[in-house]
């Protein structure tokens, strides 16, 4: 069992492009979330989903979108890259039918948009 | 607004020598309180979930208590191994309808363990 991947590990990109990071779990939950991870402002939660079908915004969801087409696939697209895009980038699931609802991370993709 | 302090950002110890992490928050109903561990380059790793005042978890040389309004990560006799970043993070309860599981971090504390 691999729990949650991410692809790809890193990249480097320039502003303006699109670019897309793609999260996937095995662990067969409901919910699903991107946080970015940047120094000395911690961990920030990008947008959510709480089930197949359905996404919502976090604390910081300008500039990104999502999409849940399955329960397995979380893909998040970056429109146009901006620079203050640099971050490192982690997708985690959590079974949310628990209370409280514990989330696992994967290894993260870390993304330098120049 | 669900609010999560760390203390101290950083912490250098001596292997064998025990001490405790601090997390402080605010959060409108608490959900659960968690623990993970972060080593550089690596996703959290999950540790613990405290779900209410007065609660304990351990697990080998570290153990976490909860009390109101702070949280404690106390490690005991730490080795190198335990070098990391340790993260706390509130889930607040249900409100307005809106009952995803958002979870608020700390900063974080950078634990190092010098042999």
């Known amino acids: 069992i691999a729990g949650i991947t991410q692809a790809p590990t890193s990249q480097i990109l320039a502003a303006g492009r699109r670019m897309t990071l793609r999260c996937t779990q095995d662990m067969r939950h409901n919910a699903m979330y991107w946080y970015r991870q940047d120094l000395g402002l911690g961990l920030r939660l990008i947008h959510y989903?709480?089930?197949?079908?359905?996404?919502g915004k976090g604390e910081v969801p300008d500039g990104y979108s999502v999409s849940r087409a399955n329960t397995d696939d979380f893909p998040l697209t970056l429109a146009s890259a901006v620079p203050s895009q640099t971050s490192v980038y982690f997708c985690a699931s959590s079974d949310s039918s628990g209370s409280p609802d514990t989330q696992y991370f994967g290894p993260g993709t870390r993304l330098t948009v120049l | 607004e669900d609010q999560v302090t760390q203390s101290p950002e950083a912490l250098r110890l001596q292997e064998g020598e025990s001490s405790s992490l601090n997390c402080s928050y605010t959060v409108s109903g608490l959900r659960g309180l968690f623990w993970y561990r972060q080593d550089p380059g690596k996703g959290p790793e999950f540790l613990f979930t405290?779900?209410?005042a007065g609660e304990e978890k351990e697990k080998e040389r570290l153990k976490a208590t909860l009390t109101k309004k702070e949280s404690f990560l106390h490690i005991t006799a730490p080795k190198p191994e335990d070098s990391a970043t340790y993260l706390c993070?509130?889930?607040?309860?249900?409100?307005?309808?809106?009952?995803?599981?958002?979870?608020?971090f700390g900063q974080g504390t950078i634990l190092t363990v010098h042999p």
């Open positions: 993070a509130v889930q607040a309860g249900a409100s307005g309808g809106t009952s995803y599981g958002k979870l608020t």
């Open positions: 405290l779900y209410s």
């Open positions: 989903s709480n089930t197949a079908g359905t996404t």
